[in-house]
T-cell receptor
């Protein structure tokens, strides 16, 4: 449950869709999460998906989970400049709700 | 607002000193987690407490210690500080045994001069 990987950087144009990817190694994870961190701020919970689900949509955010490939993605539709931030994926494990975070993907939105 | 409160927001101190960081979890959350975020090492889990007891340890140095008090607030003590301890320290809380998100405070930025 400790190897959660993300690409480091992503640039998109304003109005386009962004897709941030994450791979994890532990198939016994319970939930998978996406957090957003703006400069100088804490981690803000964006959305999460239970490990037996394939997809979850929440307004502009769509989470896709491929359990077979241990691949998680976050799609942001109509990306805005305010979406520029670092995005972390995390998997949680029992017992104790231990979290394992990825390295974070820095999203830059170009006006 | 996550409901998790961390104080102070900023700390500037010198090598060899000792500091205490404080965290108040969200109302009703029994679990508190501490993390260190530095530029070169990313977000590192340090330690978890549940209802006053230590539950899990991560990459926490022996110079660091933590505790959770009966009112559920937690303190992280950092001693014999080194330049490399400069980082953002986050506290998060969740309901133990209930699968669900951790909610993060805004962090304490520690600068060692």
């Amino acid at each position: 449950g400790e190897d959660v990987e993300q690409s480091l950087f992503l640039s998109v144009r304003e109005g386009d869709s962004s897709v941030i990817n994450c791979t994890y190694t532990d198939s016994s994870s319970t939930y998978l999460y996406w957090y957003k961190q703006e400069p100088g701020a804490g981690l803000q919970l964006l959305t999460y998906i239970f490990s037996n689900m394939d997809m979850k949509q929440d307004q502009r955010l769509t989470v896709l989970l491929n359990k077979k490939d241990k691949h998680l993605s976050l799609r942001i539709a109509d990306t805005q400049t305010g979406d520029s931030a670092i995005y972390f994926c995390a998997e949680s494990m029992d017992p104790g709700n231990q979290f394992y975070f990825g390295t974070g993907t820095s999203l830059t939105v170009i006006p | 607002d996550s409901g998790v409160t961390q104080t102070p927001k900023h700390l500037i101190t010198a090598t060899g000193q000792r500091v205490t960081l404080r965290c108040s979890p969200r109302s009703g959350d029994l679990s508190v987690y501490w993390y260190q975020q530095s530029l070169d090492q990313g977000l590192q889990f340090l330690i978890q407490y549940y209802n006053g007891e230590e539950r899990a340890k991560g990459n926490i140095l022996e110079r660091f210690s933590a505790q959770q008090f009966p009112d559920l607030h937690s303190e992280l003590n950092l001693s014999s500080l080194e330049l490399g301890d400069s980082a953002l320290y986050f506290c998060a809380s969740s309901g133990y045994g209930q699968r669900g998100p951790q909610h993060f405070g805004d962090g304490t930025r520690l600068s060692i001069l």
